[in-house]
């Protein structure tokens, strides 16, 4: 079988949307160079949905937030509706913070350290997950990874990385007790010093393209550019986008050793009624019936423990899929989200 997919229609430029929503026109040019690619600029025009989803999660409605639920078809760039908003929120909260501090690589053969202190201990700005991404399966978030290593590793500063984004799965190195010395973390050093040496050997190999660099860096996790990679530093200080699904949040909220994750966030959610935190569910049509309502009360449990009662305007919710809709639909959204 065959379908033909028309083209979709495209809106506004990036600068028109960025202008109309007060924004400065330094995140449109960002935006659409490190979403984008670099031979794009901010008169680039996105397509309706995407358009519209950037808008809807910046606006607020007599002081209700709105939320964008994006059904388009397969293909149609719906990862972007909420990677938009996502990035340029972090944009424009870090014109309040000050440079970047560099990392503290406890994972380096030249780290003298004997206490184990994680990766961002030399920062001062808080903290915490502004963004929540969740998949169904695991084989998203590793999909979802590449694309969030396109758009950083292309921003951040090596060893100064501005924004952190980590997985967090059962495949996320280290155990839930953190290593009070840095010989009890001998594995996980051993396996991040390989890792950034195979990145440097991508980096100085004369015979790749600076393409074929990119595409090879993109398969791996690189601490320098500001990916995470164990639980621990996550558990200390989280990141500001955290990828990860229903099973692992479920557990996460009953387990003590990840409380920190919840508890900076909700400290940073007070300090501010510009911070919003964003919460994305994606391919939300396969939470139906009685697994559906689990995961509806994992995700109750969550904005209990972030304190939605005391700042409901500050979180933003978007959804994304190819199956939802008509009047079931809207009452499916309504009884998930409550």
């Not at 990385?161 to 009070?180: A, D, H, M, N, Q």
């Amino acid at each position: 079988l065959m379908e033909p997919v028309f083209g979709y229609k495209n809106s506004k430029s990036i600068k028109e949307i960025c202008d109309s929503l007060g924004l400065n026109s330094d995140i449109a040019i960002k935006v659409a160079k490190h979403i984008f690619g670099e031979d794009k600029n901010e008169q680039m025009k996105l397509r309706v949905h995407q358009a519209e989803s950037f808008e809807i999660a910046f606006k607020k409605n007599n002081d209700l937030r709105q939320h964008p639920i994006i059904t388009s078809g397969t293909g149609s760039g719906k990862t972007e509706c909420f990677l938009i908003p996502i990035f340029a929120r972090l944009l424009q909260e870090s014109s309040k913070w000050g440079s970047p501090e560099k990392l503290n690589e406890w994972w380096s053969p030249s780290n003298k350290e004997r206490k184990w202190i994680h990766s961002r201990a030399n920062e001062k700005r808080k903290s915490a997950v502004r963004s929540l991404i969740l998949y169904p399966m695991n084989a998203l978030v590793e999909d979802q990874l590449t694309r969030l290593r396109s758009i950083f590793y292309s921003y951040n500063d090596s060893d100064y990385p501005e924004f952190f984004f980590g997985r967090y799965t059962g495949s996320t190195p280290g155990i839930l007790k953190k290593p009070e010395t840095i010989s009890k973390a001998k594995k996980e050093i051993k396996d991040l010093a390989t890792l950034v040496e195979d990145l440097k050997k991508i980096e100085n190999d004369n015979e790749l393209s600076d393409k074929q660099k990119d595409e090879s860096i993109k398969q791996l996790q690189d601490p320098r550019k500001g990916e995470m990679y164990t639980r621990w530093d996550m558990m200390e200080a989280p990141p500001d986008i955290l990828i990860s699904n229903f099973s692992m949040l479920n557990l996460m909220l009953m387990r003590e050793e990840e409380q920190n994750i919840f508890r900076s966030t909700r400290e940073w959610l007070s300090e501010s009624k510009d911070n919003i935190f964003t919460l994305v569910i994606d391919e939300i049509h396969l939470y139906r019936g009685t697994a559906g309502t689990e995961i509806s009360l994992t995700i109750r449990n969550l904005l209990n423990r972030l304190g939605f009662e005391d700042y409901p305007e500050q979180f933003s919710f978007i959804a994304t899929s190819a199956s939802i809709d008509g009047k079931k639909g809207k009452q499916f959204l309504e009884e998930f989200f409550s």
